[in-house]
C-alpha cells in the first residue's frame, strides 16, 4: 500500500473532489492511498481504520466461513464506500476486501472523522442511498442466477473483474459465485473463445471483443 504526498496527493483531492458530500471541510486530514492488485484493503475479521471511498479501480468482498471455505460475495467499483458498516457498528463482523485492479482510495481516519460523519445530516443522506442500491444490487444478482443463462451472468462478471483486458479469476471462484459448475463454466468459457470473445493466454484470458461481452450484460441490465 502506498500513500500519496505533497502534489500527487493534491491532485488527486482536486480532481476527484467529494466536498460536496459533506456538510464540513474534510481536505485537511483525509489521505490517499493506493493498493496493487490482490493487495488486501482490509484484513478479514480486522477491523479497519479508515473509511474509504474508492476513486479508481475495483475491489472484491470476501468471507472465510466455520468449514474453511471462502466465498466471493460482490463487487467494490468507484464512487463506492469500503468500510461504510464499520464507521455504524461499533461491533461488526469484518469482510475481507481485496483489490482486484490497481486501486486508489480517498480514506478518513476513523479518530479523526467517526463523529463528525456520524453527526453530518448530508453525509448520512448520501451513505443511505448507498446502501440502499448495495441492497438492491445484491438482491438482483441472486436473482439472476435463476433467471439468466451463464453465459450472461459470465460475461458480466468477466468484464468487472478483468484487468486491464485480462480476466485472470480463478475458476473454483467463478463456480461458487455463479452457481455453476466446472464443467458449465468451462464449457462456456470455450464458446467465448471459439466465438472470439477471449483469447486464452496461459491459465488467463485477454478479452477480444468488448462489445460482445457489453451485448451480453445488457439483458441483466434491463430486467
Request: charged share 25%; net charge neutral; with cysteine.
Given at each position: 500500500m502506498k500513500i500519496y504526498k505533497g502534489e500527487k496527493k493534491r491532485q488527486y483531492v482536486t480532481n476527484h473532489s467529494i466536498v460536496h458530500l459533506f456538510s464540513f471541510p474534510i481536505e485537511e486530514h483525509i489521505e490517499v492511498h493506493e493498493y496493487e492488485r490482490d493487495e488486501w484493503i482490509i484484513q478479514e475479521d480486522r477491523r479497519p481504520n479508515y473509511l474509504f471511498y474508492v476513486i479508481e479501480g475495483k475491489a472484491k468482498i470476501y468471507v472465510t466461513y466455520q468449514n474453511g471455505k471462502v466465498s466471493l460475495l460482490n463487487f467494490i467499483n468507484a464512487d463506492e464506500y469500503i468500510g461504510e458498516m464499520e464507521l455504524l457498528n461499533d461491533v461488526y463482523y469484518t469482510k475481507g476486501i481485496q483489490a482486484s485492479t490497481k486501486t486508489i482510495c480517498f480514506a478518513f481516519p476513523f479518530h479523526r472523522y467517526r463523529d463528525r460523519l456520524l453527526e453530518d445530516a448530508k453525509f448520512l443522506r448520501e451513505l443511505t442511498k448507498f446502501l440502499s442500491v448495495k441492497a438492491t444490487n445484491m438482491a438482483a444478482k441472486?436473482?439472476?442466477?435463476?433467471?439468466?443463462?451463464?453465459?450472461?451472468?459470465?460475461?458480466?462478471?468477466i468484464l468487472q473483474?478483468?484487468?486491464?483486458?485480462?480476466?485472470?479469476?480463478?475458476?473454483?471462484?467463478?463456480?461458487?459465485?455463479?452457481?455453476?459448475?466446472?464443467?458449465?463454466?468451462l464449457h462456456v468459457l470455450t464458446q467465448f473463445c471459439e466465438k472470439n470473445y477471449l483469447e486464452k493466454e496461459g491459465r488467463n484470458y485477454r478479452i477480444k471483443q468488448y462489445d460482445s461481452l457489453y451485448s451480453l450484460t445488457e439483458v441483466l441490465k434491463n430486467k
Open positions: 441472486y436473482s439472476q442466477s435463476l433467471a439468466f443463462p451463464l453465459e450472461n451472468r459470465l460475461a458480466d462478471f473483474t478483468a484487468d486491464r483486458g485480462v480476466y485472470k479469476e480463478k475458476h473454483v471462484t467463478v463456480c461458487d459465485y455463479l452457481g455453476v459448475s466446472y464443467r458449465h463454466l
